[in-house]
């Protein structure tokens, strides 16, 4: 039996960009850093040119960077190169990460290898998981994956022992399980309800998002790495990059005063004046696909990005476009009744009728299936296809979908997730 290390509180945030405007400028808007230490180069990727960089840095070619120090012992030599020699073959037995906690304090954690079971507690770690083909690790599920409409989404997970809410585990579940590992989301739970008592079990928690678009992509391969889908994690990395570096390139161009004013409603108990702005998932979509979220710059709500506006106010600021991204729908969903009728009350509310979104009917709902999760890159494709339609005549959003959805995550395509 492999030993394992006591549980720790693991965050791989990637920060990338400041924010979605910094997103939009960069001309490499989804390139990464994968923060495994091994990862001499600072690339995406640990291969032959990390040990390349390292004899560089041994011969005062190049100077160490933070990554270079493989085996964390303070000094860069031969030993580092032996390092990045097993993680590379995937004989190392440990893999170290530069990660980031919930209380944004550096923290290099260590996971011992190989990974051979997980426990995955939300939707997107579970969809995130098998579309790197790792489905066959899995040995205990968060309920909400066996409940309602998703036992459809995860047919082959329905069968799992659960262990407990995404937000509310099992603790005592999850022992019994004895993974080697549980993916969690990255802020809930409070580490007082998972990390600190599984603190001792040889069990680490590992938090991952998996839908903001600055570091979806670094997640995907750190996952690959961990869990040995290597290969499945660049490939489906690269089919998510090839339509947002394409929308990158096009939108780019476009001057901020060319933009489209949009309104982004994020639809809760038929409230239509929550909005998110600049640091949430929507403020990150909105500006790469070319669109100048007039919410940017307010605060309030959760996390300080989910404010909720005076109607008024956004009378005032006249948007050309609004979107909701919480919409009624989902890979269950048989009509598009629900999401007509909240489509007609957009454009029907008395405030929201006098912009010019409204008038001209550029009203347009999505569901969270494709922009809060690893999907994000299906929501970007359909709000640049809404933002600039001529820009856009070869980009087929519902396609890229029915091609992750085989490709990736081994369904057929079905459901309703976007009106009209």
């Known amino acids: ?50 040990i390349a960089y390292l004899e560089d840095v041994m011969a005062g070619r190049s100077p160490a960077t933070e990554l270079s120090d493989a085996n964390l012992d303070g000094i860069v030599d031969g030993k580092d190169i032996e390092q990045v020699e097993r993680l590379i073959d995937g004989t190392g037995e440990q893999l170290t990460l530069k990660a980031y906690t919930i209380y944004e304090e550096l923290m290099n954690i260590t996971i011992p290898m190989p990974v051979e079971s997980i426990a995955v507690l939300n939707l997107a770690c579970a969809e995130s998981v098998r579309g790197i083909n ?34 509310e585990p099992d603790i005592e579940a999850i022992i019994s399980l004895n993974p080697d590992v549980v993916i969690a989301d990255l802020r809930t739970p409070d580490p007082e309800k998972l990390e600190d008592k599984l603190e001792g079990t040889g069990i680490t928690v590992v938090r991952m998002g998996f839908t903001y678009p600055d570091y979806s992509s670094s997640e995907i391969m750190a996952l690959g790495y961990i869990l040995d889908r290597k290969d499945d994690a660049r490939e489906l990395n690269s089919f998510a990059g090839k339509y947002s570096d394409l929308i990158e390139e096009r939108v780019s161009s476009i001057a901020e005063s060319e933009r489209p004013r949009v309104y982004p409603i994020y639809y809760t108990s038929a409230d239509l004046w929550k909005t998110g702005s600049n640091g949430s998932i929507v403020d990150m979509l909105c500006g790469l696909a070319g669109g100048e979220n007039i919410a940017h710059d307010l605060t ?41 009728e909240l489509w007609t009350k957009i454009v029907q509310a008395p405030e929201l009728s006098r912009v010019d979104a409204a008038k001209d009917e550029r009203v347009h709902l999505m569901t969270t299936e494709i922009t809060s999760r690893p999907r994000w890159f299906v929501g970007l494709s359909y709000l640049a296809k809404w933002f600039y339609p001529e820009k856009f005549l070869d980009l087929d959003p519902e396609a890229i979908h029915k091609e992750y959805l085989e490709r990736f995550q081994g369904l057929e395509y079905q459901g309703i997730f976007v009106y009209p």
């Open 300 to 340: 309030g709500g959760t996390g300080g990005m989910y404010p909720t506006v005076d109607p008024e106010w956004v009378v005032g600021e006249n948007p050309q476009i609004i979107f909701t991204w919480s919409s009624p729908g989902g890979y269950s969903l048989a009509n598009d009744t629900a999401m007509r």
């Open 134 to 167: 790792a489905q066959d690790m899995v040995v205990g599920v968060g309920s909400s994956l066996v409940e309602g409409s998703n036992r459809d989404f995860f047919p082959e997970m329905i069968d799992l022992p659960t262990v407990g809410k995404w937000s």
């Open 1 to 50: 039996m492999k030993m394992k290390r006591s549980s720790e509180f693991v965050m791989l945030l990637i920060a990338l960009c400041a924010s979605s405007c910094a997103i939009c400028s960069s001309s490499l808007a989804f390139s990464y850093t994968l923060n495994i230490f091994g990862n001499a180069n600072m690339d995406d990727a640990i291969n032959e040119s990390d």
